[in-house]
């Protein structure tokens, strides 16, 4: 149990463009869903926390206008971001947390890269 | 200063050796403490929590010392499936956030 599905696995995009990032818990509600982003050999930084029905909480120094996140149902959570730039290439993981405890289930990220 | 703080490594260790990491957390007021493993372009899992009386799971021990702020990693009897980054998680109180620390590679050589 505890699935986390992320769609797509990877992505090139040119400048510019926005790009729709999908985070799924397969067989539980997710009643939060945590967006982290990872550039290379640096750590996972928390970007935003959602709550279903709720609007997205953001970390420090991360644009809500530029990531977009909704979380319209238990089960999905959704990132945009809006026109991409090449900074903004990085691996994008979410996660998923549950009614019981505070354990995080990630998905297997998204790859993304901005020419 | 850095609220998790890794070695970043690289640890390149012969197979079968023992190898132990630390890290280090500044918010006194961590309660929760996890090690993570991360292999290459795939997402963390977790590997084990780390609790203030220690907790061993296999070959893998994990320690808590909260006087001196920091949370230990052992890998007895090391496999070559044992190469990874480990990520040190730290969850402070009041607050469903993980912190993580940058990482410490390990290359177990054959």
């Known amino acids: 149990g505890a699935v986390v599905s992320q769609h797509p696995s990877w992505v090139i995009c040119k400048s510019g463009t926005s790009v729709k990032i999908e985070c799924r818990s397969l067989d539980f509600q997710a009643t939060t869903m945590f967006w982290y982003r990872q550039f290379p050999k640096q750590s996972l930084m928390l970007m935003a926390t959602s709550n279903e029905g709720s609007k997205a909480t953001y970390e420090q120094g991360v644009e809500k206008d530029k990531f977009l996140i909704n979380h319209a149902s238990l089960t999905l959570s959704t990132l945009t971001v809006t026109s991409a730039h090449p900074e903004d290439s990085s691996f994008y993981i979410c996660s998923a947390q549950g009614h019981r405890g505070n354990e995080q289930f990630f998905g297997p990220g998204t790859r993304l890269t901005v020419l | 200063r850095k609220e998790v703080e890794q070695d970043p490594g690289p640890f390149n260790v012969p197979e079968g050796a023992t190898v132990a990491f630390n890290c280090t957390y500044s918010?006194?007021?961590?309660?929760?403490f996890f090690w993570y493993r991360q292999d290459c372009r795939k997402e963390p899992k977790l590997l084990m929590s780390v609790y203030s009386s220690g907790n061993e799971d296999g070959r893998f021990t994990a320690q808590l010392n909260r006087a001196s702020q920091y949370i230990s990693l052992l890998i007895r009897d090391s496999k070559l499936s044992d190469s990874a980054t480990y990520l040190c998680?730290?969850?402070?109180?009041?607050?469903?956030?993980?912190?993580f620390g940058t990482g410490t590679r390990l290359t177990i050589i054959p």
């Open positions: 918010n006194s007021a961590s309660q929760s």
């Open positions: 998680v730290v969850i402070s109180f009041g607050n469903e956030k993980l912190t």
